[in-house]
């Protein structure tokens, strides 16, 4: 097993920061204002040989209200998943009671923890640690996260106890990457709760809960998964807050790195223009789609029938996605998104050889010729797969630039029906081969040349006497 380390303290001490310094990513949203992060958010870093996992955490004050409360219980959920802790202080500030506090906590668990002093950067460090010393939690590290000074130092020292593991070889490849999207609200991170079976998320009856993606991987009946939570999307003209702007950012970039798209409706208040958008920007990214109805529970059957009614209207471009009607709160048709999910992403990650798609485009071709453009027959020749998530079907053939939108079609339909492609969009790219022959001119040799004039004299003789007659 990978060692764990959890990043606790205040709000705005550095967290985040430290977070990205670790992973080597810029992974955790990152803004100089406190409250950003709220919900756990794991990421696996790399020092030497040995391998860590680090939790990023929402800062604890100690008088936490509301959805700070729910902040703060995902704090001390982590400092229990992990092996150690590093509890982060900030040195420009000084000690604080909140540091105090949380020191008081840590020293009555039995984990390792390590003081470590951020932000020490332009000041003496030994003036910046002086005021720690009574904290009681042996020797504080000075740091500078933003500058990753003594961040590598660090992170080697607190894992020299550590066996070095061993590569987890490809299992991240085969990791089917779920992103839970849609507007704020909507019921997403109670819906990622209850796919996991335990409070993973922050859940509060405020839109805009979350603020970053939040990347948890687990496993479901021995097959790995990793589920996404993202922030809402709201309209652009009502976004007025910067960080939300970049949590928008953060989604769009889940969309792109997932393998399956969970879309969240909720069924009480109808398909609106937003969730439009929304699917639009996933089709056109290529993702396999699961589109989920949430807050089904409590509708009376005459609203029932009247989403329905407007989601076979309204969404029939989307027709190739599997539709859940759910209660996340509930847990009423939550399981069976599994089988589409994982119907999905087999779709999006199947692999068929040439020899299959060739004889399925030359049958089908078969059944139904191209028609004529311009006197002559359009020929497809041959098929052959060009990527996956989204599939892509590359056609060859002569003059495929000519072929009508409507046999197009009619192709693309038979290959979804054939091969059985669900819940993904597939594409189509149609390639014409170019004439070798295409603007040159044979030079006659001089056998040909005498051939050829003896031709032509025995053509006007010919017509001589035609004429004659």
Not at 252 to 257: A, P
Request: net charge positive; with cysteine; glycine share 8%.
């Amino acid at each position: 097993m990978l060692p764990v380390i959890a990043l606790v303290g205040r709000p705005n001490v550095g967290k985040s920061t430290l977070f990205n310094r670790m992973t080597n990513t810029r992974d955790a949203l990152v803004a100089d204002m406190p409250g950003v992060t709220r919900d756990r958010k794991y990421g696996e870093g790399k020092v030497g040989e040995q391998s860590y996992i680090v939790i990023d955490t929402g800062g604890i004050s100690g008088d936490e209200k509301g959805i700070d409360h729910e902040m703060a219980s995902q704090s001390l959920q982590a400092i229990e998943d992990a092996d150690v802790v590093f509890f982060m202080v900030d040195g420009r500030a000084g000690l604080m009671p909140a540091d105090a506090l949380i020191a008081d906590y840590l020293r009555r668990t039995e984990k390792t923890i390590y003081l470590v002093v951020n932000k020490t950067d332009g000041i003496d460090p030994d003036v910046a640690m002086s005021d720690f010393h009574t904290l009681g939690l042996g020797e504080p590290i000075p740091v500078a996260a933003a500058h990753n000074r003594g961040v590598t130092v660090l992170t080697e020292y607190c894992l020299s106890g550590f066996e070095e593991d061993e590569e987890p070889g490809d299992e991240e490849e085969r990791r089917v990457r779920i992103a839970i999207v849609g507007r704020p609200n909507v019921g997403k991170s109670t819906l990622v709760n209850r796919l996991l079976g335990e409070e993973r998320v922050i859940v509060f009856d405020e839109a805009g809960t979350t603020r970053d993606s939040i990347y948890i991987p687990y496993e479901r009946d021995g097959k790995p998964y990793t589920l996404i939570d993202t922030a809402g999307v709201r309209r652009r003209k009502n976004i007025t807050e910067v960080v939300e702007k970049f949590s928008i950012i953060k989604t769009l970039q889940s969309i792109k790195d997932a393998n399956v798209v969970v879309l969240v409706i909720d069924a009480r208040q109808g398909l609106t223009d937003q969730d439009l958008h929304m699917l639009g920007f996933i089709m056109e990214t290529g993702r396999a789609l699961v589109i989920a109805l949430n807050k089904w529970d409590g509708m009376t059957e005459e609203e029932k029938k009247e989403i329905k009614e407007q989601i076979r209207r309204r969404l029939d471009f989307a027709g190739f996605a599997r539709f859940h009607f759910i209660s996340a709160l509930y847990g009423s048709g939550v399981g069976e998104m599994y089988g589409s999910v994982n119907e999905a992403y087999e779709s999006a990650m199947a692999k068929w050889p040439t020899n299959r798609l060739t004889l399925l485009l030359e049958d089908i071709v078969a059944d139904h010729q191209p028609p004529q453009v311009g006197g002559h027959r359009i020929k497809l020749r041959y098929a052959h797969q060009g990527g996956s998530n989204p599939p892509i079907i590359v056609v060859h053939g002569n003059r495929t630039d000519h072929l009508p939108e409507s046999y197009k079609r009619y192709l693309k339909n038979k290959f979804i029906k054939i091969l059985k492609i669900h819940g993904t969009p597939v594409r189509f790219e149609f390639k014409t081969g170019e004439n070798p022959f295409a603007g040159k001119h044979n030079s006659l040799t001089p056998r040909q040349q005498r051939k050829k004039v003896r031709f032509q004299t025995h053509v006007k003789t010919l017509k001589k006497k035609a004429r004659k007659k």
